[in-house]
């Protein structure tokens, strides 16, 4: 089965940077390069929010509004890992981040998406704490 594990997270104060990856393993057939990836965040008493995906060339992406322009998502298939460069943080950043991939090949190669649902694989997620 895939295993997914997030790093990166920590505490960080008000207009840093962190740097999230999420390695991926255990593939039994295709490789990291024929799934989707998505970034999901829950903050206590909040529903899971979608941040970023990411299509299996990587060439597409979609950022939540909330975002955009200060997350950026990338992977590097040939390392099976993706991330999530975070920049400018902010105190409603402050969430648990899960990195999740859904098979997309074929007709949805080409495609990335925002509703957890169509995930079919989570890691358990890093802490990301921004806080003066």
């Known amino acids: 089965q895939l295993q997914l594990v997030e790093s990166g997270g920590g505490l960080v104060q008000p207009g840093g940077s962190l740097r999230l990856s999420c390695a991926t393993s255990g593939f039994k057939g295709p490789t990291l390069n024929y799934y989707a990836i998505g970034w999901f965040r829950q903050a206590p008493g909040k529903e899971r929010e979608w941040v970023s995906c990411?299509?299996?060339?990587?060439?597409?992406?979609k950022y939540a509004d909330s975002v955009k322009g200060r997350f950026t998502i990338s992977r590097d298939n040939a390392k099976n890992t993706a991330y999530l460069q975070m920049n400018s943080l902010k105190p409603e950043d402050t969430a648990m981040y899960f990195c999740?991939?859904?098979?997309?090949?074929?007709?949805?190669?080409?495609?990335?998406?925002?509703?957890?649902?169509?995930?079919?694989?989570w890691g358990l997620g890093t802490q990301v704490t921004v806080s003066s």
């Open positions: 990411i299509s299996t060339s990587g060439d597409f992406t």
């Open positions: 999740a991939l859904k098979s997309a090949v074929g007709i949805l190669y080409n495609r990335c998406f925002q509703s957890a649902d169509e995930y079919d694989s």
